[in-house]
C-alpha cells in the first residue's frame, strides 16, 4: 500500500496568544490521521510576523512535517478557498476561539459541497 502524501488542510481562525497550541493539536490530529503535509490557512487581522511569533515553538517541535502557512485577512475568504480548491488534498480540519466560531461558520456555509464532503474534523461546532 502507497503512503498517502497529500495534504490536510487546516481552516485556522484563532486569537493570537491560542496559536501555540492550535497548532500543536493540529500537528497531533495530523498525524492521527496518517498526514504527512499540512496546508495551514491562518485567518487573522495580525501581522504575518506576529503570527509567526506566536506559532513558531509548536513548527518548531514538528519539522518532520511538511507544512505550508498562507495568512488571509477576515476579507479575503473567497480567495483562500480559490486557493485550497487548487490542491489535491486528503481533507480538512477546522480549529476556531469562541470569539471566531460565529465567522467559521459563515465561511463553512460559503464552502462548495464537495469540500464539505472531505471535513475530517470540525472543532468549530
Same mark, same amino acid.
Given at each position: 500500500?502507497?503512503?498517502?502524501? %497529500?495534504?490536510?488542510?487546516?481552516?485556522?481562525? !484563532?486569537?493570537?496568544?491560542?496559536?501555540?497550541?492550535?497548532?500543536?493539536?493540529?500537528?497531533?490530529? !495530523?498525524?492521527?490521521?496518517?498526514?504527512?503535509? @499540512? !496546508?495551514?490557512? !491562518?485567518?487573522?487581522?495580525?501581522?504575518?510576523?506576529?503570527?509567526?511569533?506566536?506559532? %513558531?515553538?509548536?513548527?518548531?517541535?514538528?519539522?518532520?512535517? #511538511?507544512?505550508?502557512?498562507?495568512?488571509? /485577512?477576515?476579507?479575503?475568504? &473567497?480567495?483562500? @478557498?480559490?486557493?485550497?480548491?487548487?490542491? &489535491?488534498?486528503? #481533507?480538512?480540519?477546522?480549529?476556531?476561539?469562541?470569539?471566531? /466560531?460565529?465567522?467559521? %461558520?459563515? @465561511?463553512?456555509?460559503?464552502?462548495?459541497?464537495?469540500? /464539505?464532503?472531505?471535513?475530517?474534523?470540525?472543532?468549530?461546532?
Amino acid at each position: 500500500m502507497q503512503p498517502d502524501y %497529500r495534504p490536510i488542510i487546516a481552516l485556522i481562525y !484563532v486569537k493570537d496568544e491560542e496559536l501555540t497550541e492550535t497548532f500543536r493539536k493540529m500537528f497531533k490530529d !495530523v498525524r492521527l490521521l496518517g498526514g504527512k503535509k @499540512i !496546508v495551514a490557512n !491562518v485567518i487573522s487581522n495580525s501581522e504575518y510576523w506576529n503570527f509567526f511569533a506566536n506559532a %513558531r515553538e509548536a513548527i518548531l517541535d514538528n519539522l518532520d512535517l #511538511g507544512l505550508e502557512i498562507f495568512t488571509w /485577512k477576515p476579507n479575503e475568504v &473567497n480567495k483562500m @478557498i480559490k486557493k485550497i480548491q487548487q490542491y &489535491n488534498y486528503k #481533507g480538512f480540519i477546522t480549529y476556531c476561539s469562541d470569539e471566531n /466560531k460565529y465567522n467559521m %461558520r459563515k @465561511i463553512l456555509d460559503i464552502l462548495p459541497t464537495s469540500m /464539505k464532503a472531505n471535513m475530517l474534523r470540525d472543532y468549530c461546532k
